[in-house]
């Protein structure tokens, strides 16, 4: 029997939800947050939640979309992660799922429409791409969902680490398939990027649900290199070292075979995983490693968001990331069974000029300018597949450049999937806007690569300097396990407090500085050039802030109060 939304009091409501959990999906208990946000969904509530990686964010849709009356639609941005999901509801009696996707063939599409017009299927995954056409949501809306989930809702967020422009349009198809109650879900999200989250999205009053950064089975772990080759060489033996399954993440696609050639020359079942094998090759690879035919897998970033394996016990980076957001959510793979786990991170600090030149730059704003033109032009709203033809832009740096330009406030949406000129918009005025947020976005990339690097040439304790990053407190000696932390208890001493500082200067790391709490994490404050932010963390002689105008700054807690570089903002709240 179908539930409608609202029937039942809080009470009995989660009583329902524990009961479906048990009975068709065959899990005895659910976690406090989990059931948190279940109910906040049942009661038609909008809904953030961050979860660490293995934590269940897939449950808090899974329950309620059986219950609800009305398909759930889950927008999911990679193919992978779809099948995964699809293949893991088959299983489960009384549920239906499907997907809609580029990789299947149109007649396996029209099935699974027939199925939707049916009111046979409970799930329905598809990606932005796929939303992006006016069939696809003329269908989804006359089926009438009853629940809009969007999976790595970070994506959506310009400060968040893996911004896609193709999430800005979720807000607007939410309106045009009848607004359903709406549901972000992230493994990794600071307090600014949620915020943007919800305002992207539209979600109002939402409910928000974050059930905390620190993975404890997880022991973190740095080694730093100075040559190339003798990183490449420890690498393949700190992985043959490690307890099997596991997962070496290299900064190539050349670099993943040859360490997976090695690996496999040394007599252990190994692969490689790049966007440059074909679709069927990375299938296999796939699937071999989640069912335990392989014990490591060699991979770029493309890997690792669909897997559904709870027994990964190492996650080792032979190349530094960008950034400690996409850092984290790699190594969050490992030990999602609660087991203990290890992330290493093979740390040469050359390997960052990569990362910063993968930050690009802003756009070219003859090129914008030249985009507006064409909009205005039109004189009515026109498609992405119009502009492309007139400007001969490719589908991605267009898509990016008409949302700068919506920022900007010189284009609006009109119409199925078109855009128009906003009456009155200057064509400098709004390029010049649209330029300054384009490099802000940039400024905050290098920002990121920045918090990386202080992450890995840090004194003090790991698991807090990561926590720290994301807005999260830990106490000083309630480290689970780090590489610094052990270190120093080997040495019986305490772990040196961070003394990295990306601007600003300050008295040597190890004189005693009283922390006042002025700034606790969550304060909204002001600086005299770089504007307001968020304070992050506040550690030892460090604090670090989010700026809306140029990213992550770690300054010195002597220098700020000395020289009142910090203000409270106007509208100063702090978090609760």
Not at 214 to 242: G, S, Y
């Amino acid at each position: 029997m179908r539930v409608k939304v609202g029937y039942f009091r809080t009470r009995s409501l989660k009583r329902r939800l524990r009961r479906c959990a048990r009975e068709v999906f065959g899990w005895e208990r659910l976690r406090p947050s989990q059931l948190a946000a279940m109910t906040a969904v049942m009661e038609g509530h909008d809904t953030i939640v961050v979860m660490p990686t293995g934590a269940g964010k897939s449950a808090v849709y899974q329950v309620p979309g059986v219950l609800l009356d009305g398909p759930t639609v889950v927008v999911s941005p990679l193919i992978a992660l779809q099948r995964d999901q699809v293949a893991h509801l088959a299983r489960i009696e009384g549920s239906g799922a499907s997907a809609v996707n580029s990789a299947q063939r149109a007649r396996d599409n029209e099935a699974v429409w027939e199925r939707v017009r049916e009111g046979r299927l409970d799930f329905l995954f598809v990606s932005p791409e796929q939303l992006a056409k006016d069939e696809v949501v003329e269908q989804i809306a006359a089926a009438a969902p009853a629940l809009m989930v969007v999976d790595e809702a970070h994506c959506v967020s310009s400060w968040g680490y893996d911004f896609r422009p193709d999430y800005l349009s979720l807000r607007h198809v939410r309106e045009r398939i009848g607004r359903p109650a709406l549901l972000a879900l992230t493994a990794s999200a600071a307090a600014p990027v949620r915020a943007d989250i919800v305002e992207r999205l539209g979600m109002r009053g939402a409910h928000e649900v974050v059930a905390g950064f620190d993975r404890r089975n997880i022991t973190l772990e740095v080694v730093r290199h100075q040559e190339n080759a003798a990183k490449r060489r420890w690498v393949v033996e700190r992985a043959a070292a490690e307890a099997k399954p596991g997962i070496v993440y290299a900064g190539t696609r050349r670099e993943t075979e040859q360490y997976a050639r090695e690996l496999s020359a040394l007599g252990f079942d190994s692969a490689a995983y790049h966007a440059g094998l074909s679709a069927a090759e990375r299938s296999r690879t796939h699937d071999r490693f989640r069912d335990g035919g392989l014990d490591v897998v060699v991979a770029t970033s493309a890997f690792g968001m669909g897997i559904d394996k709870p027994d990964i016990r190492f996650v080792l980076h032979a190349s530094v990331p960008g950034s400690l957001d996409t850092y984290y959510q790699e190594i969050g793979r490992a030990g999602r069974d609660g087991q203990p786990s290890t992330a290493i991170l093979a740390y040469r600090p050359e390997d960052l000029g990569v990362q910063r030149f993968r930050t690009g730059a802003p756009p070219d704003p003859e090129v914008l300018g030249g985009l507006f033109d064409a909009v205005r032009e039109a004189r009515r709203p026109v498609t992405a597949t119009g502009l492309r033809e007139r400007t001969g832009l490719s589908q991605t740096p267009l898509t990016s450049m008409l949302h700068l330009l919506e920022e900007a406030g010189a284009v609006m949406t009109a119409g199925r999937g078109g855009v128009r000129a906003v009456p009155g918009a200057r064509r400098d005025t709004c390029v010049r806007e649209a330029m300054r947020i384009a490099s802000a976005r940039v400024d905050l990339e290098r920002s990121r690569v920045e918090m990386m690097r202080a992450y890995a040439e840090t004194n003090g304790c790991r698991r807090r300097h990561m926590l720290g990053y994301f807005g999260e407190s830990l106490a000083e000696g309630d480290c689970a396990g780090c590489d610094m932390c052990t270190r120093a208890k080997e040495s019986k001493q305490a772990p040196l407090r961070t003394g990295d500082i990306l601007s600003g200067t300050g008295p040597d790391p190890l004189e005693p500085v009283a922390a006042d709490g002025v700034f606790p994490p969550g304060t909204r404050v002001g600086h005299s050039t770089w504007g307001e932010g968020e304070v992050m963390s506040e550690e030892g002689n460090r604090i670090t802030v989010l700026f809306e105008s140029v990213g992550y700054r770690t300054l010195s807690l002597p220098a700020v109060r000395a020289r009142g570089l910090l203000t409270p903002a106007p509208s100063a709240t702090t978090r609760g």
